[in-house]
């Protein structure tokens, strides 16, 4: 296990690179200047000129990139254009937010899909396994932006139950902030997760070992725990991880919908005034993140099925 672990975090240092390079290129090539959207109506050439040259952003773009390379390395993240605010203190105060939002939308996606999906398999082709299939499909049409609206409209406005936005200021309103939008996360998700539950929850149901199982006279709840969802969660797995930057690319959207002052939407506002440095270090980042649990994701599939072994 600490050989994979070790072959797999080496493994980060060229996906971080081959993200800091597409990132570095596509903000460059993307029109727009950093420094007029910075100036506004202020914006003259003189001024622009200096802003170039106190940013660094008049020198050619290879020494740019190598600059920046350099910086990265000695954990140098430099300074937002925009923000007017260090890059490493920015992020610090983001990250846990983003993080919690992608934990939270994890849970409630698998509290959605595992009981969902396990009763459609064990009523294949009955009314429950229809209206679940017939859900999912209706879910999996829904934008996320579509729906954080309703859930702020009807549960937030309207019921009043949670905040329309914003963080708060102590734990508990930290946590209850994010149930809208983690669920607004988890209903993009379950859909794919439900899908793939069902499918093979329905080839465990029908597999020897449970006829087995049934023959010793197992009771049924023990045979779909033990059995049936044990063996059909393995495919689950592979699935939610590979999914898992739903997670990170539904922060983007829902961190703006309900004002979240998250990597998403410092990330997004990075983009939108050209924050060169802060857009690429946030690339870095949800690289990162999705890297490690791709990792998590391996581990968990090796503890379910002790067939396989990480090589």
């Given at each position: 296990?600490?050989?994979?672990?070790?072959?797999r975090?080496?493994?980060?240092?060229?996906?971080?690179?081959?993200?800091?390079t597409?990132?570095?290129?596509?903000?460059?090539?993307?029109?727009?200047?950093p420094?007029?959207?910075?100036l506004?109506?202020?914006?003259?050439p003189?001024?622009?000129?200096?802003?170039?040259?106190?940013?660094?952003?008049?020198?050619?773009?290879?020494?740019?990139?190598?600059?920046?390379?350099?910086?990265?390395?000695?954990?140098?993240?430099?300074?937002?254009?925009?923000?007017?605010?260090?890059?490493?203190?920015?992020?610090?105060?983001?990250?846990?937010?983003?993080?919690?939002?992608?934990?939270l939308?994890?849970?409630?996606?698998?509290?959605?899909?595992?009981?969902?999906?396990?009763?459609?398999?064990?009523?294949?082709?009955?009314?429950s396994?229809?209206?679940?299939?017939?859900?999912?499909?209706?879910?999996?049409g829904?934008?996320?932006?579509?729906?954080?609206?309703m859930?702020?409209?009807?549960?937030?406005?309207?019921?009043?139950?949670?905040?329309?936005?914003?963080?708060?200021?102590?734990?508990?309103?930290?946590?209850?902030?994010?149930?809208?939008?983690?669920?607004t996360?988890?209903?993009?998700?379950?859909?794919?997760?439900?899908k793939?539950?069902r499918?093979?929850?329905?080839?465990?149901?029908?597999?020897?070992?449970?006829?087995?199982?049934?023959?010793?006279?197992?009771?049924?709840?023990?045979?779909?725990?033990?059995?049936?969802?044990?063996?059909?969660?393995?495919?689950?797995i592979?699935?939610?991880?590979?999914?898992?930057?739903?997670?990170?690319?539904?922060?983007?959207?829902?961190?703006?919908?309900?004002?979240?002052p998250?990597?998403?939407?410092?990330?997004?506002?990075?983009i939108?005034?050209?924050?060169?440095?802060?857009?690429?270090v946030?690339?870095?980042?949800?690289?990162?993140?999705?890297?490690?649990?791709?990792?998590?994701t391996?581990?968990?599939?090796?503890?379910?099925?002790?067939?396989?072994?990480?090589?």
């Open positions: 296990m600490a050989r994979y672990l070790g072959k975090l080496l493994l980060l240092i060229p996906v971080i690179f081959g993200v800091v597409v990132a570095f290129l596509l903000m460059h090539i993307t029109p727009g200047d420094a007029v959207s910075y506004g109506d202020r914006a003259t003189k001024a622009v000129a200096a802003l170039h040259h106190q940013w660094g952003l008049d020198k050619p773009l290879i020494q740019q990139y190598f600059s920046f390379i350099g910086e990265l390395l000695t954990g140098n993240l430099g300074d937002s254009l925009y923000f007017k605010t260090s890059i490493a203190g920015l992020l610090a105060k983001r990250i846990p937010l983003t993080l919690g939002l992608m934990i939308a994890a849970i409630i996606a698998l509290a959605i899909s595992v009981p969902l999906a396990m009763l459609a398999a064990t009523h294949e082709n009955g009314p396994d229809w209206i679940v299939r017939i859900l999912n499909a209706a879910a999996q829904m934008p996320q932006f579509w729906v954080g609206t859930l702020i409209i009807y549960l937030a406005v309207n019921a009043g139950l949670f905040p329309v936005g914003g963080y708060g200021d102590s734990l508990i309103e930290h946590l209850w902030s994010l149930i809208l939008p983690a669920t996360v988890a209903l993009s998700l379950a859909p794919t997760l439900i793939s539950l499918s093979s929850l329905i080839d465990a149901l029908d597999s020897q070992y449970v006829e087995f199982a049934q023959s010793k006279g197992l009771k049924t709840k023990n045979i779909l725990i033990q059995y049936v969802l044990r063996n059909g969660c393995i495919s689950g592979s699935v939610f991880g590979i999914n898992v930057g739903a997670l990170a690319g539904g922060s983007l959207v829902v961190e703006n919908v309900f004002a979240l998250g990597m998403g939407a410092t990330m997004m506002k990075a939108l005034t050209r924050d060169y440095p802060v857009v690429q946030c690339a870095v980042v949800f690289a990162v993140i999705v890297v490690l649990v791709y990792l998590l391996d581990i968990a599939y090796s503890a379910v099925d002790p067939r396989v072994r990480l090589q």
